[in-house]
């Protein structure tokens, strides 16, 4: 059986078993809350578990990294969205140690992808339409830094209230213990 099968199959005996009742909540999030963080495996359920948060608390977003590559991508977008619709208040980027955005290198993600299939003509198109894969695909040599780069562009973002408060935080990927990078309640906004 294929993973869309199996995932179908399981889906339907969910649904019917009505265990979709414990996850019931609101658009809204409970707790006024914002996560960025990566969508690193380790982090599906221990992220929720490590801060004690529950569905519905927050409005979660997770991409490569936990980091923020261009001040009007969809993170920030999402970000936006959060505040002024869903009303939150508080925003946590919250990196990982051991993270494989460290390691990443754009040249051999690319040979990956040649390897894959993908045509190293489709590539030469892209870079010649103005594609840095170089930027695109940059990983960042510290977590710590990474974190205060991210918070910093959303503290001083043109689109983000000067009422909102940004955190920075390190997850341990194997323990869940948290490390306060940046505490926004003392961090200076103008």
Not at 16 to 34: G, I
Request: hydrophobic fraction near 40%; include cysteine.
């Amino acid at each position: 059986m294929n993973k869309l099968h199996e995932i179908l199959d399981y889906n339907r005996s969910f649904v019917k078993n009505k265990e979709y009742a414990k996850y019931t909540t609101s658009k809204e999030p409970n707790k006024k809350l914002v996560i960025l963080s990566c969508m690193d495996t380790r982090l599906t359920e221990l992220l929720l578990k490590a801060l004690n948060l529950r569905n519905g608390d927050v409005k979660l977003i997770k991409n490569a990294g936990a980091s923020i590559m261009n001040p009007f991508d969809s993170i920030i977008r999402s970000i936006v969205v959060a505040i002024y619709e869903f009303q939150t208040d508080e925003v946590l980027v919250i990196g990982h140690h051991d993270c494989g955005m460290s390691s990443i290198n754009a040249d051999k993600t690319l040979e990956k992808a040649i390897k894959r299939g993908i045509s190293p003509e489709v590539i030469k198109t892209l870079c010649n339409a103005g594609i840095d894969f170089k930027k695109w695909l940059k990983g960042f040599d510290s977590v710590e830094e990474s974190v205060k780069e991210s918070v910093e562009l959303i503290k001083n973002h043109p689109l983000i209230a000067k009422d909102v408060i940004i955190h920075g935080l390190i997850i341990d990927p194997e323990t869940g213990e948290l490390d306060v990078i940046v505490n926004g309640y003392k961090a200076e906004r103008t």
